[in-house]
Nanobody, 123 residues
Framework: QVQLVESGGGLVQAGGSLRLSCAAS????????MGWFRQAPGKEREFVAY????????NYADSLKGRFTISRDNAKNTVYLQMNSLRPDDTAVYYC????????????????WGQGTQVTVSS
C-alpha cells in the first residue's frame, strides 16, 4: 500500500505563508492523483486542491484560488501545498490523500490518507 506523511505545518501570523509537503512511499503509480483536504475545529473535512501525477492538472476549491498552489515532484514522490495570505479561518488540520482516479474532489474516492499536519493562523 501507499504511505503518506505530511509535514510543514505550524503557527503563522495572518497574512503569512506556509508550505506543506506530503511524501509518498510504497507503491508508485504514474496515473493517480494527490489531493489536499482540511478539517477545521467543529467542521467537516473539505476539499482544498488536487493534482494529477502524469499531466500536472490541478483543481482548487473556489474560495482558495489565488492563495493556495499545489505542485508535485514526481521523482521525489512528493506533493506540496503553498499557502499564501493566510487567514485565521484557514486554521485546520491539513491532510494529503492519494487516489487511483485521475482527478477528483470527492474524498470518498481517495484510497490513502496521511495523518494530517496542524496549521494555525493567528490574528
Amino acid at each position: 500500500q501507499v504511505q503518506l506523511v505530511e509535514s510543514g505545518g505550524g503557527l503563522v501570523q495572518a497574512g503569512g505563508s506556509l508550505r506543506l509537503s506530503c511524501a509518498a512511499s510504497g507503491r508508485t503509480f504514474s496515473s493517480y492523483s494527490m489531493g489536499w483536504f482540511r478539517q477545521a475545529p467543529g467542521k467537516e473535512r473539505e476539499f482544498v486542491a488536487y493534482i494529477t501525477w502524469n499531466s500536472g492538472s490541478t483543481n482548487y476549491a473556489d474560495s482558495l484560488k489565488g492563495r493556495f498552489t499545489i505542485s508535485r515532484d514526481n521523482a521525489k514522490n512528493t506533493v506540496y501545498l503553498q499557502m499564501n495570505s493566510l487567514r485565521p479561518d484557514d486554521t485546520a488540520v491539513y491532510y494529503c490523500a492519494a487516489s487511483y482516479y485521475r482527478g477528483t474532489t470527492s474524498q470518498g474516492l481517495y484510497n490513502y490518507w496521511g495523518q494530517g499536519t496542524q496549521v494555525t493562523v493567528s490574528s
